[in-house]
């Protein structure tokens, strides 16, 4: 069993920063992959960002160029730097990591942007 704790999220002005971090229990090396995804009222979870085993990343267009995703492997923990935020990145924030077959996710952190 694999347990992720999010801190980070909170209320920003439009062009502002936050950094996300999710603390896992265990090794995240042992991890397929580690990613971040949100889900705004109303609308589906989307993948924001994802960074596999091999250090590759993905990202969602809308966020590219303005968001990185890094992990800390003696902190066993990932972040999702976010900076030039827009309104519409409003949404509940979601750690989420795959182990083998299985995926794990956190809790969900608030993030709040003002225009």
């Known amino acids: 069993q694999v347990q992720l704790v999010e801190s980070g999220g909170g209320l920003v002005q439009a062009g502002g920063s936050l950094r996300l971090s999710c603390a896992a229990s265990g090794n995240i090396l042992v991890f397929n992959a580690m990613a971040w995804y949100r889900q705004a009222p109303g609308k589906q979870r989307e993948l924001v960002a994802l960074?596999?085993?091999?250090?590759?990343?993905n990202y969602l267009d809308s966020v590219k160029g303005r968001f990185t995703i890094s992990r800390d492997n003696a902190k066993s923990t990932v972040y999702l730097q976010m900076n030039s935020l827009k309104p519409e990145d409003t949404a509940v924030y979601y750690c989420?990591?795959?182990?083998?077959?299985?995926?794990?996710w956190g809790q969900g952190t608030q993030v709040t942007v003002s225009s």
């Open positions: 989420n990591v795959e182990l083998g077959w299985t995926n794990y």
């Open positions: 960074l596999n085993r091999a250090g590759n990343t």
